[in-house]
């Protein structure tokens, strides 16, 4: 996009691009980032235990991509980590054995082993990379995202531009951050809750499902059982509503992510303070881009309709 392509020409942008964070998916960096990729440093976490150093990737699709084969945790030094029957799901939490046994997807969590590894910490790293400041913050840790987020300490963490956590509305693991945890925390800070995905699994052990069903219906399992709220998707945008956040750089790199997550109400208040701040005509072409962005969702107004439709007729007969 040209309007892109105008923002990251931008002196500041330039001198200081976004510093994205990624910790506990770094093989599938996240689609949101590929639009500003180019422009971006971004810092990917990859547990491995073979590699104990950092590599800084050429030819990725980033300014900079510094991958880290290893563990991130709120503190630096020897970790227990739990490798679990599915990957997604190691730890450095031990699995709750006991509160999963009810839901279908337990036999994810079984540990097949557990190894020691050093850890690093997010203060650790940015020292390391000269780096003081993060733009895009992401985690999914399997119950460690709070604890990673407040290591930033409180003035860094209160700069974010974005803030997306994966944290458990049920038990997973022991001791881990939970969704009302993270809720509570980020009352305290200029964010807004911009994006909530409740995700979940059915309530029923696999054994008893097994009793009545076969190989077949389990692999459709989420088509015959509704599923029960487990787990949640947060996505938080900063408010802007601190000087210190009402930077050029900052306004500017804000309305590009408030896009991205497609908030284009929000987005368009950024555009209409960056102008009245600095006068800066690029505000007005992003004002215009919000404008368009909101007149094109006129679009959706047929699907909308007809979406209406299906679920009261689903109500009615279902």
């Not at 503190?75 to 699995?95: E, I």
């Not at 500017?252 to 929000?266: E, P, T």
Request: net charge neutral.
């Amino acid at each position: 996009m040209e309007i892109i392509q105008r923002v990251f020409s931008s002196p500041e942008l330039l001198e200081q691009p976004p510093v994205l964070v990624d910790i506990g998916a770094a093989r599938h960096l996240p689609p949101d980032w590929r639009l500003i990729a180019p422009y971006s440093i971004g810092i990917a976490f990859d547990p491995d235990e073979r590699e104990m150093d950092y590599i800084e990737e050429a030819g990725s699709a980033y300014r900079k991509l510094y991958v880290f084969k290893r563990l991130v945790a709120a503190r630096p030094g020897k970790k227990k980590f739990y490798l679990t029957r599915s990957p997604a799901c190691s730890s450095l939490l031990p699995p709750d054995t006991h509160k999963l046994k009810d839901w279908f997807f337990s036999d994810l969590f079984t540990v097949d082993r557990v190894v020691e590894l050093e850890a690093l910490d997010l203060p650790g790293v940015f020292k390391e990379l000269s780096l003081n400041y993060l733009d895009w913050f992401k985690s999914d840790s399997q119950g460690a995202d709070l604890r990673l987020f407040q290591s930033l300490g409180k003035k860094m963490a209160s700069q974010v531009l974005v803030a997306e956590f994966e944290p458990g509305i049920l038990d997973a693991y022991q001791g881990e951050d939970k969704m009302h945890g993270v809720m509570a925390f980020m009352e305290d800070l200029p964010f807004w809750l911009a994006d909530l995905a409740v995700k979940g699994t059915p309530r029923l052990a696999k054994t008893t499902f097994a009793k009545e069903f076969g190989r077949f219906d389990e692999k459709i399992v989420n088509v015959l059982l509704k599923p029960s709220a487990f787990w949640g998707e947060m996505s938080y945008l900063n408010t802007f509503n601190h000087q210190e956040m009402q930077s050029r750089r900052r306004l500017l790199l804000g309305w590009v992510c408030a896009s991205i997550k497609k908030h284009y109400g929000f987005a368009l208040e950024l555009a209409y303070t960056g102008k009245s701040l600095y006068g800066d005509p690029l505000f007005d072409a992003l004002r215009e881009e919000s404008v368009r962005s909101i007149k094109r969702n006129r679009l959706k107004l047929p699907f909308y309709l007809l979406a209406k439709l299906y679920n009261r007729l689903v109500e009615k007969y279902f």
